[in-house]
């Protein structure tokens, strides 16, 4: 069990969304996910404790994920092995605010695959508002990992062949138009969560200017 | 930030997600979403889905000492990538794709012009400048083609197209964009075909200018 000492984070005044004092990044009784408590012990305090489970918790799901889109055994590692890297090194863009852990290492393990088989950077959008003055908030980070264990609950409900076409849509195996009639997952409130933190960004920021 | 009214279909924010959209589509969706905070939400969303298809993935066995390479490269310096900022008008995907210098515009007549920005199988993008008042020939299209406004706005057949606002168009869309009055107008195009055009001079000059 790693704990994440939250009293000096390196280059942050606070921790946004937890208690600076506590070591647990606990609210209304319920805790984070393990995914988050490791991703941000290695934003904050670059702990290699951390970084070492998630890797055993992690790495070996990635690879079974990478293959299920077709590449080899080969390919996979070298993707996974991209991917843990990149996770380590861009750590400090991870923001549970915004995206669950397992959200952000999914984009990042698409892009890195595609990068690394297509040879070409992938465009990646701008970030909407940075937000130095915004208060702590962790109630944001439960509800979008509520809503994204719904989500997980709904995938492990599925029959095993829509599991299988939404995980080809999902690694980019499908065309648009087949995903578009075909996924019928729960989105909606995940969307709303996002979207709910992205709007309080907008109000902090226009407070600010 | 732009009042956006026309966005990117929710399929095609899954299809960026997973990355199976053609580099020139992943070019538009990608500036969008540098101006649209309901894209980004939907595109989180699709994150949140592919993150819980990744939990759930069945694990696979990694080769022995895979994790001990990884562990010693942790303080390895890695390969600064470049990080191209918008810049003026310009979002992050544009700047990435015109390498942080500013446009190289080509005259293609009646004031109207262009800069390439990306050639390959899955389609072309391209910046296109527009006069106000100006009007692009009456064209359809044998693909798909997405539109974004950066600058000025346009209007069409099918509605007003402001700063962050994307047209879409398929084989069905026959329309005559118009430049509105202001400032020139300034899109990002993408297409996966060859455009048609209706005017024969336009046709003629189409392989010369490659619109």
């Known amino acids: 069990m790693v704990t994440v000492n939250l009293d000096s984070p390196p280059g942050r005044e606070t921790l946004r969304g937890i208690s600076p004092r506590g070591t647990a990044a606990v609210s209304n009784g319920k805790a984070f996910s393990q995914l988050t408590i490791w991703m941000l012990a290695v934003r904050d305090q670059r702990d290699r404790a951390a970084f070492s489970a998630l890797f055993d918790h992690l790495a070996p799901r990635l690879k079974g994920f990478v293959i299920r889109s077709g590449a080899s055994s080969a390919l996979a590692e070298e993707i996974v092995q991209d991917v843990m890297l990149t996770i380590w090194r861009k750590a400090s863009q991870f923001d549970p605010h915004r995206a669950q852990a397992s959200a952000w290492i999914y984009q990042i393990a698409r892009n890195r695959h595609i990068d690394i088989v297509r040879k070409e950077h992938r465009p990646v959008p701008d970030e909407l508002g940075e937000d130095p003055g915004l208060e702590p908030d962790a109630s944001q980070i439960l509800g979008l990992e509520q809503e994204a264990e719904q989500l997980k609950l709904a995938i492990q409900q599925l029959q095993p062949d829509q599991k299988e076409m939404i995980e080809k849509a999902y690694l980019g195996e499908l065309t648009h138009q087949e995903i578009s009639s075909r996924t019928g997952l729960p989105l909606g409130t995940v969307k709303s969560r996002i979207r709910l933190g992205l709007g309080r960004l907008r109000k902090e920021l226009k407070g600010l200017r | ?211």
């Open chain 2, 1 to 211: 930030m732009p009042a956006i009214t026309h966005h990117i279909p929710d399929a095609m924010i899954a299809a960026y997600a997973a990355g199976s959209l053609p580099h020139a589509f992943a070019m538009v969706v990608a500036s969008h979403l540098s101006y649209c905070r309901d894209c980004q939400a939907a595109l989180g969303a699709h994150q949140s889905a592919g993150g819980a298809l990744l939990e759930t993935a069945q694990s696979e066995e990694l080769s022995p000492g895979m994790k001990a390479s990884v562990m010693a490269m942790l303080d390895e310096p890695a390969m600064p990538e470049p990080v191209y900022d918008a810049r003026g008008i310009y979002p992050g995907p544009v700047m990435q794709a015109l390498k942080g210098g500013a446009p190289r515009w080509r005259t293609l007549g009646m004031g109207v012009k262009q800069n390439i920005l990306y050639e390959g199988d899955g389609g072309s993008a391209r910046l296109l400048y527009i006069p106000a008042g100006q009007a692009v020939p009456d064209h359809s299209h044998n693909g798909l083609e997405l539109t974004l406004v950066l600058q000025g706005s346009f209007s069409d057949e099918t509605g007003r197209f402001g700063v962050g606002d994307v047209e879409i168009g398929d084989e069905d869309l026959e329309h005559t964009p118009v430049a509105d009055a202001g400032d020139p107008c300034i899109c990002l195009a993408a297409t996966d075909a060859p455009l048609r055009f209706n005017a024969l001079m336009p046709r003629l000059l189409q392989p010369l200018f490659r619109i």
